[in-house]
RNA sequence: GCCGGUAUAACUCAGUUGGUAGAGUAGCUGAUUUGUAAUCAGCCUGUCGGCGGUUCGAGUCCGUCUACCGGCUCCA
């Protein structure tokens, strides 16, 4: 007999042997109907797998995240069973469970799969299936993409699976029966290189999806379909906050009025705070000579994947379009002599930048050619770093409660340990940068995971990593402690020694590019800005031509009151006007009619409610200014 | 850059097996003067993404380029 012990820390004796479904039988029918696969002795595991000896359990069911990672990489299985019966000869590179789903590389040899043949697929894998063992077979196949990951396995850890006619090394756990898979949905075909490297073939991806009830399915695409009225490229349009040109160029965006008005306040809010915390503003030009980024060390690093330099024409000077501004900022320092008394030297700027991204990566505001860092680089002597540091996390801390940014993932991103090559500086001086933002989190309490090989070239970072409405992960904020570029451009100051000391350099920007920041916003908030930062804050309903006059004298109070107020002067009805202005999403409206005319007063419609009732204009521009300030001031 | 897909009016989309393009919304004009989510009538709108090819004839078939979409790779 074996003790078996339950998450509750509840123990019960079985026979060796016994399987985690017939464990679960114990507990009740209904969860052995249920259970998907378990976690045994903190191992993942099947729920036909026999335990021989104590062990902690813990049983997963669809309900379970662990549940549905087993459901799906089963699903994965089930569909390369598919493929392999339909076309004959392709090979298997790997085929795990994703997020929300399942994905196989497959090589595909001369066949290339299309979208009719998913949906051929989909039909497939709902025929039949079972599970066995076998494994010389990938040998005898030719399938060298098994047999390398088989070669970098231990002998005696080897599990594989066999579901129906396809075979596959995998290390499980599996579902005990794939009759549990109800309804199935392969998303879309990709392109990816095997084991993620360009250099190496490049495999075809089917990504899926499966549920154990065919509402389950029903149940995502609808919620996949409103995620897309949430993308901020459909709502930059409709909003009128943005466009981009083909005459322009690709991945250059042009922000409209109200776009620029939305973003005009976020930077003035920024701005603000900063002040506060002590930062300079600072303008400088969007082009520099080439040396400063020899010198930094970006020529080295990027200039092969930058636009190229533009030169004079009488002296064919080289000069680039900035891609950072951090060279620029490192010139200021440099231009008269610190005192270690003048340290920590903040300055800030929102700096517009130009980076040569692949054609393939540009997407939306997200990913683009050219956008607006709210940059600042702090120039401090080493026993302020870790200050310094604690004091941008604040300033992250402050913007991120003002607009709700609940969902961020602090992220460490420090070097590969296994290329040293990449980065540029001492073992020592990385060691230090990278203790430093360790230890500022840990001061912090803030929760981050560490990322390797995600560092900067020139040092570590702490990211804050934010989802968009399809759950893409974006790096928004960022807060990087650099020892290398002072060395580089030789930046002194003068200590309390009177010798010189080298200053250490923290890159930051709390929003991290205007553009992405926008876009991340506007899919959070679905284009329902808070007021403090709509475009149009109210809008001005004349019930008829009648009160046009009325409606202009109020539009005119309301914009010296600082209130952004426009008016709808279409020759419409009311209730036309009303559902127009809530499907632009303007946070207030103001129907003025005969009553309100006479009175001096409006009628207050807030967006997605009814009617709040009637008050003096000088009350309502009152009611807004308020709500602005509690908005802001979130801390 | 790579793989797969898409491209028709300002927007969202129809367009059979090749026979020279259509709807709704928006816009414009007029009527109506409106009280909390769509008033009515009329009018206008296109190099069918660009270039080339097949054909008597191409929005439709083929090639190519461009942009965009979904991934991969990259991301100072």
Redesign the pocket.
């Known amino acids: 007999m074996i003790n078996i012990t339950f998450p509750d820390h509840s123990v019960r004796q079985f026979e060796s042997g016994v399987t985690p479904l017939e464990i679960a039988k114990s507990l009740s029918e209904g969860l052995a109907r249920n259970v998907l696969s378990a976690k045994v002795n903190g191992k993942m595991w099947d729920a036909m797998r026999p335990v021989n000896e104590d062990a902690t359990i813990q049983l997963f069911t669809w309900d379970d995240p662990e549940g549905k990672a087993t459901f799906w990489h089963s699903s994965a299985h089930l569909m390369a069973e598919a493929i392999e019966a339909l076309y004959k000869g392709v090979k298997f590179g790997i085929g795990p469970a994703v997020d929300a789903g399942f994905?196989y590389d497959i090589d595909t040899g001369d066949i290339?799969?299309?979208?009719a043949d998913l949906v051929a697929i989909e039909k497939k894998m709902l025929v039949d299936v079972s599970k066995a063992e076998a494994l010389k077979y990938f040998t005898e196949k030719g399938d060298e993409y098994k047999e390398e990951l088989i070669s970098e396995l231990e002998d005696g850890t080897i599990t594989y699976y066999k579901c129906g006619n396809f075979t596959d090394l995998c290390r499980g756990p599996h579902i005990p029966n794939t009759s549990f898979i109800k309804a199935v949905k392969l998303?879309?075909?990709?392109?990816?290189?095997w084991r993620?490297?360009?250099k190496r073939k490049?495999l075809?991806?089917v990504?899926g999806i499966t549920f154990p009830k065919q509402k389950e399915l029903e149940e995502y695409l609808v919620l996949l379909e409103e995620a897309k009225k949430r993308?901020h490229?459909?709502l930059g349009?409709e909003l009128e906050l943005f466009m981009?040109s083909?005459t322009v160029g690709?991945?250059l965006p042009i922000w409209l009025p109200k776009g620029t008005e939305l973003r005009l306040r976020l930077q003035e809010y920024l701005t603000k705070i900063q002040k506060e915390y002590g930062y300079e503003q600072v303008i400088t030009p969007h082009i520099g000579g080439k040396q400063l980024?020899v010198t930094s060390g970006?020529w080295d690093?990027?200039g092969e994947?930058?636009f190229r330099p533009i030169t004079t024409p009488e002296e064919g000077e080289e000069y680039l379009l900035k891609?950072?501004n951090?060279p620029h900022h490192c010139m200021i320092f440099k231009w008269k002599p610190r005192s270690y008394k003048d340290l920590p030297f903040r300055c800030a700027e929102f700096g517009t930048v130009y980076?040569?991204?692949?054609?393939?990566?540009?997407?939306?505001l997200t990913?683009v050619r050219s956008f607006t860092q709210d940059d600042a680089h702090i120039f401090c002597r080493p026993d302020q770093v870790k200050e310094e540091f604690i004091r941008v996390m604040e300033i992250i801390e402050i913007i991120f409660k003002a607009l709700d940014f609940k969902n961020f993932e602090a992220q460490i991103s420090l070097r590969d340990p296994n290329d040293h090559e990449?980065y540029v500086g001492s073992d020592e001086n990385w060691a230090k940068a990278e203790a430093a933002i360790q230890e500022a989190c840990a001061e912090k309490g803030l929760p981050a995971h560490v990322e390797y090989g995600?560092a900067?070239?020139?040092g570590p970072k702490l990211d804050f990593m934010v989802k968009d409405a399809?759950?893409?992960k974006w790096?928004l904020g960022?807060i990087?402690v650099d020892y290398n570029l002072p060395e580089r451009f030789d930046l002194t100051y003068i200590g309390a020694d009177n010798e010189k000391h080298r200053p250490v350099m923290v890159?930051r920007a709390p929003f991290g590019s205007m553009e992405r920041f926008v876009a991340v916003l506007l899919e959070h908030c679905a284009g329902e800005f808070p007021l403090w930062l709509a475009p149009d804050q109210v809008i001005i309903l004349p019930?008829?031509?009648?009160y046009l006059d009325f409606a202009k004298n109020l539009q005119s109070y309301l914009k010296k009151s600082d209130i952004r107020a426009l008016i709808d002067e279409?020759?419409?009805?009311?209730?036309?006007k009303?559902?127009?202005a809530?499907?632009k999403k303007y946070p207030y409206?103001l129907?003025?009619?005969?009553?309100?005319?006479a009175e001096n007063q409006v009628?207050v419609?807030k967006?997605?409610q009814?009617?709040l009732g009637?008050m003096p204009t000088e009350a309502f521009a009152e009611l807004i200014r308020k709500q602005v300030e509690e908005e802001q001031n979130k801390r």
């Open positions: 994905y290339t799969l299309t979208e998303t879309s075909l990709a392109g990816a290189y993620g490297d360009e490049q075809t991806r990504y993308d490229r459909k349009r981009f083909d690709k991945g980024y970006h690093h990027y994947d930058s891609p950072m951090c980076r040569y991204e692949q054609s393939g990566e540009l997407h939306g990913r990449k995600e900067a070239f020139y399809l759950g893409r790096q960022t990087q890159h019930v008829s031509e009648k279409r020759n419409e009805k009311i209730g036309r009303i559902r127009d809530e499907m409206m129907i003025v009619g005969e009553k309100e005319a009628s419609r967006h997605g009814v009617d009637t």
